[in-house]
């Protein structure tokens, strides 16, 4: 098993999207929250259970969909980072990650 490791950005990425539902649908917002945070305890056991992201195709990111979100994190070791959550429709781009780790 991995551990798990939030970093504030993911957090602040959930509390973004979250927000920005509750505003039509308060109920849909929670319910979104919960499942990634379901999904999210799946990777401890099955850290590489996400995919390759395309974009950052040849880096050591992977990503978890959890409609209508992109989870991304990295494993290093036993550590699994989860580093953004991002709406489907957001841009992805490796400077995002690669100033996140440095500042790990």
């Given at each position: 098993?991995?551990?798990?490791?939030?970093?504030?950005?993911?957090?602040?990425?959930?509390?973004?999207?979250?927000?920005?539902?509750?505003?039509?649908?308060?109920?849909?917002?929670?319910?979104?929250?919960?499942?990634?945070?379901?999904?999210v305890?799946?990777?401890k056991?099955?850290?590489?259970?996400?995919?390759?992201?395309?974009?950052?195709?040849?880096?050591?990111?992977?990503?978890?969909?959890?409609?209508?979100?992109?989870?991304?994190?990295?494993?290093?070791?036993?550590?699994?980072?989860?580093?953004?959550?991002?709406?489907?429709?957001?841009?992805?781009?490796?400077?995002?990650?690669?100033?996140?780790?440095?500042s790990?």
């Amino acid at each position: 098993m991995v551990e798990l490791i939030w970093t504030e950005a993911a957090i602040q990425d959930i509390d973004v999207i979250a927000d920005y539902i509750a505003l039509d649908k308060p109920e849909a917002a929670k319910k979104l929250v919960v499942r990634i945070f379901e999904k999210v305890e799946n990777l401890k056991r099955f850290p590489k259970l996400g995919s390759s992201p395309p974009e950052l195709r040849g880096m050591p990111y992977r990503q978890l969909v959890i409609s209508p979100c992109r989870l991304f994190y990295r494993i290093e070791g036993k550590k699994l980072f989860i580093l953004h959550v991002l709406r489907g429709e957001q841009l992805v781009h490796a400077g995002l990650f690669v100033r996140l780790m440095k500042s790990l």
